[in-house]
């Protein structure tokens, strides 16, 4: 992969200043074209040390608007960072539809570093760029230009570089010992590197890999690779999108909806048996922290199932310091300039911490599906993305329990009537509840969907017979005290 | 101030009931008339030790919408915030229009238990009061609904209270060593508070001193001074505001702009002059970190006087990894829903980082004056606010470098009339450039009285005299160089 990258290219002063003036038009063009659109670029920079991943970031704030493009360095991770999945900083300083940034360093570098030590063995290595790439189709397909450079110098390349920034008193604080530590193990860094490249290299995103002997001819190409790639993903998007539309499936006669016992009623002394819940749940929960972990709890259900009362027991349970409800309402504009899993993304606990999603990142595949508000193949590749997400908060220790409160239509219309009638509930319902109910049908197949292919060990669905109030809490509080002590031990 | 909240006021059950009923319509009507509205809430719940502030804070998540409604609790800082001014966790956690938040702890509690501890003189613990008032200030006039609580109990009720919870097994773990140590320093802790209380009780903030021996008693006066609180807020917000207009003052015939000598030019060997100040800001900015410092560089100033090209070089001399660039632009519709400086606090660099602003907070003084996108009353008290603003950002160590770039009319007329003859520079000029040159005289009637009244020793004015881009750029890249020289040592 890299011998292409050995071959002694370079370019002349002269050709040099032609080339640039029409490259620094080109990708000003190509940049607020770009800005116009939903796209955002995000131009990954790579590479070995030495080859000069900074210079090539700083040249693009030369040639492009730097109003419209930043620079991200990922260096040791903050505490906020280290308390939450390795993601979540990438997720963070993802830059929103119209503009670009300029990532010196990325998700790559970890999984490189540790497997060029031998901190992780070569299964975890291929894990980490399994996710990697999960990651990226997700960004190409949520509008990103992704454009992924990798710097390459050879291994005696590499040596004279240093020798050279050492040499000069004002560049030699540029090379550290991690770079010349680097340098002792270049063999074994070009294998793991080239591993890496040769499996992340997709049709949507291939990676560019530059030779870097020659400043001009690095600099020249890095340009001319982003100019290329914004300015065939602003062609593409011309062409028509296919048209999102609404989903009227029906779901199967038996489906494990249909097959819940809605007929469960609380008997006996309610008060006690929840009281006996509410404690388990509240001495467990003080010892998430302790425990290195984090609590999610995400709601789903029928309107009117009795969602909001839940969650105000649950959060009764839970020390009010270390909980938040996060009530999912139609996304802010900073929101929509983003993935859509970026606002679930931005208000993941830390350590110690929950956060109770009242309606979820299920929206994808329940009302954008039914409603028509994304296309198909959106609501149809998020169940992988999801399941992707919930993989890693359960990897970083986020335990995640996702409750779906199912009632009966009737039910449905006799909470609906209770509310028009009852002044201090009256807020609780809208138009849209209305006529959601007569989707119900099409609700209840994208309910049934979405429980099949999105229930996994770590983050399982809790289906939940809500037709009596009193039973449905018992039951989702009982549900996450159960899921505690599993985790909690 | 606290005798009268030791008179053993209690609510007997029946009482309760009734009350409770009649509270909680009332409070959740008012919650939701306020989340139509541009107003937030933001209770301070504080107290002494065994108060309740915890349980009180969980009784508004049981009485309110909890989807409108968050707690925060602030504990120890986390390295991002540490690395920041003090203000900067209760910014980034502040609710959006129509929306609350219960604060459990709250920027008075690092003043109180320094001065009680005397880890501070009563000259530093006053001052600490002064910043409070001012942020109290402005979050009212920025229509915050704020409403201080503070729960109290006497000397014999607290120690009282951490007994009864230390005998029994599931409170026991609430009662820390932290509590007995405040106990024991109870008289000096209630000095202190008393003080604090009374300085910071205005007519738009008062405290609201809560006995808390009785539990029942101390949650309905919470209850009822929040609802009491935000009813009596919506009720003002019917009047009709005074109504924005456009300011057109002329600038006196001699000022700090006119006397600028705009004739300068660069004369002898450029880049040579260049490079040795862009060498000193590459050196000096490096020591940022070591020396616990920031950098913010402000740049304001005639539509075409060269900002961007400014701002261009500058970053040539700073390590792209520590920079950003924040091009301020028409505001998100998550930073309309918050007080106008929110939206640059946002941005604050970290440690050792360059946060460069293309258009500042001083958009508030400027285009928002001149236009009349803000009521008069709104930008006058906007000084005093940016001020107080600048002066927490130099005294957490951020250094501070602020740029009025100016320009002769007819010179902008000649750069307008560039930009619309070449191609590649049409983006940089929009309808509003011509709008705004027409409105010239009134542009410098208010960055001459901006200039005047927020030049501060820690926060100073570099008027740049524009007409020659090179002498600009080199004159503001020796001020930063001098700048961080005089910071840095």
């Not at 900073?334 to 993935?339: N, V």
Request: glycine fraction near 6%; charge should be positive; aromatic fraction near 10%.
């Amino acid at each position: 992969m890299f011998e292409s990258a050995e071959v002694g290219r370079s370019v002349d002063k002269k050709e040099y200043a032609r080339r640039v003036a029409v490259l620094r038009t080109r990708i000003l063009k190509a940049q607020h074209a770009l800005a116009g659109t939903s796209l955002r670029l995000v131009v990954l920079v790579g590479g070995v040390e030495g080859g000069g991943k900074t210079e090539v970031a700083r040249r693009f704030l030369d040639w492009m608007d730097p109003r419209g493009l930043r620079v991200e360095a990922y260096g040791e991770p903050s505490d906020e960072e280290m308390e939450r999945p390795e993601y979540w900083r990438y997720w963070r300083t993802l830059p929103p539809a119209g503009r670009g940034a300029v990532l010196v360093g990325s998700w790559y570098t970890r999984p490189i570093v540790s497997r060029t030590f031998k901190k992780i063995g070569s299964g975890d290595f291929d894990q980490a760029l399994d996710r990697t790439l999960a990651f990226e189709a997700m960004l190409v397909r949520e509008k990103t230009v992704l454009v992924k450079l990798w710097l390459h110098l050879s291994k005696k390349e590499q040596r004279r570089r240093f020798k050279e920034l050492e040499s000069d008193r004002d560049t030699a604080w540029r090379v550290t010992k991690q770079d010349w530590d680097f340098s002792k193990k270049y063999d074994r860094f070009r294998g793991v590197c080239e591993r890496a490249l040769t499996k992340t290299s997709t049709a949507e995103s291939p990676w560019t890999v530059i030779e870097a002997v020659d400043r001009r001819h690095r600099d020249l190409a890095a340009g001319e690779a982003v100019a290329a790639a914004i300015e065939s993903a602003l062609e593409a998007a011309k062409k028509p999108a296919s048209k999102p539309r609404a989903d009227r499936s029906k779901p199967a006669p038996v489906s494990v909806l249909s097959r819940l016992d809605l007929g469960k009623r609380l008997v006996g002394d309610h008060a006690k048996k929840f009281e006996r819940q509410q404690t388990r749940v509240a001495l467990l929960s003080r010892r998430l922290r302790k425990k290195g972990r984090s609590l999610i709890c995400a709601f789903e259900g029928v309107d009117a199932a009795g969602k909001g009362g839940a969650i105000r027991r649950l959060l009764g349970a839970i020390d009010v310091r270390n909980a938040r409800v996060i009530a999912v309402a139609a996304p802010t504009d900073e929101e929509r300039a983003q993935p859509y899993l970026w606002r679930f993304w931005r208000h993941l606990p830390r350590l110690g911490k929950t956060t109770i999603y009242d309606r979820t990142w299920y929206g994808r595949v329940l009302v954008e599906r039914v409603e028509g508000f994304c296309a198909p193949e959106d609501w149809k590749r998020a169940y992988g993305e999801i399941a992707a997400f919930e993989e890693e908060l359960a990897e970083s220790g986020v335990i995640v329990c996702k409750f779906w409160l199912q009632i009966s239509p009737e039910e449905q219309l006799r909470r609906f009537q209770d509310r028009v009638k009852t002044p201090f509930k009256q807020y609780k319902i809208t138009e849209d509840d209305w006529r959601n109910r007569a989707k119900w049908d099409a609700y209840q197949a994208a309910a049934v969907d979405m429980i099949a292919k999105t229930s996994a060990p770590e983050a399982p669905w809790t289906l939940i017979a809500a037709e009596d109030k009193r039973w449905a809490r018992l039951q989702v509080m009982k549900a996450v005290a159960d899921r505690l002590e599993e985790e909690l031990g």
